[in-house]
């Protein structure tokens, strides 16, 4: 579905990516771990065009997007759940889920979705009428995936979304993005929790310093040592 071929990206002179190969198959959910600063952030902004791509190249569905502009990657059927959330704290919950909708003409469909959101996470229809900027962080998470998926993405891109959030909060996210998996959408998810990321992905990639240093099934990754003594806390 998704194909990065050795993709370089720079921000100024600081090269970022330094060839970045991967891909992501229709069904999947897919997983980037690594440290801070290892260039997973920046892998997802390439895919959406919010960074350029200096060289290499990117394939959506057999079509080339390396150059294509966000809004019409979005269109495509790619949305980016940014880290940080991105809210709108002076809208409603309502208006914000709304937002994520706007490229859609079908209203019946929109509301179909609303209904979906709701059941997905039933804490938002009970805060709808309440202002994103008073949230707590959890629920703003909560927010942002359910306005992503009012776009109908094919291919959903999710940038830490277990960032500050409480153990339990970060278990009922996870267990809401293995559902929207399971009800057909394809995952992207960066993560630096790489043990809650590789339970629930089925192939991950881990990243250090803008390159790809291993690849393979999340429960290999999950079992070896040095991605044990790395990135989960074991040694
Ligand atoms: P994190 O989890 O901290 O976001 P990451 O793996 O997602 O880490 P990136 O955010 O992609 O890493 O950063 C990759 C490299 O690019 C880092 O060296 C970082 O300092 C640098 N970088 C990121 N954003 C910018 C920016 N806006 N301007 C300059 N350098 C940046």
């Known amino acids: 579905m998704l194909e990065l071929r050795d993709v370089q990206a720079y ?3 600081i090269q970022a990516l330094k060839g970045i190969t991967l891909s992501v198959q229709a069904g999947e959910i897919v997983t980037l771990v ?16 919010v960074v350029g791509v200096r060289s290499g190249s ?35 919950v309502l208006e914000n889920l709304r937002m994520g909708g706007y490229l859609r003409r079908d209203k019946n469909g929109l509301k179909e979705d609303e209904e979906k959101a709701f059941t997905l996470f039933p804490i938002l229809k009970e805060r709808r009428k309440q202002y994103g900027g008073t949230l707590s962080g959890g629920e703003q998470q909560m927010l942002a995936i359910a306005r992503a ?15 500050g959030l409480a153990p339990i909060i970060v278990e009922n996210i996870f267990d809401v993005i293995v ?9 992207l998810l960066v993560e630096q929790n790489a043990q809650m990321a590789l339970q629930i992905a089925h192939r991950g990639y881990v990243l250090e310093t803008g390159m790809v240093t291993m690849s393979g099934k999340a429960s290999d990754l999950l079992a070896d040592p040095k991605v044990q003594a790395a990135y989960l806390g074991m040694d």
């Open 34 to 49: 690594g440290s801070n600063g290892a260039g997973k952030s920046t892998t997802l902004m390439t895919i959406s065009s």
């Open 179 to 187: 559902q929207i998996n399971k009800e057909g959408t394809t995952v």
């Open 58 to 92: 990117i394939t959506f569905q057999g079509r080339d997007i390396t150059k294509t502009a966000t809004d019409k990657v979005v269109a495509m059927g790619i949305t980016q759940v940014p880290e940080g959330r991105m809210i709108f704290p002076a809208l409603t």
């Open 149 to 163: 998926l009012m776009a109908r993405p094919k291919l959903l891109l999710l940038d830490e979304p277990s960032l």
């Open 11 to 13: 921000y100024g002179n």
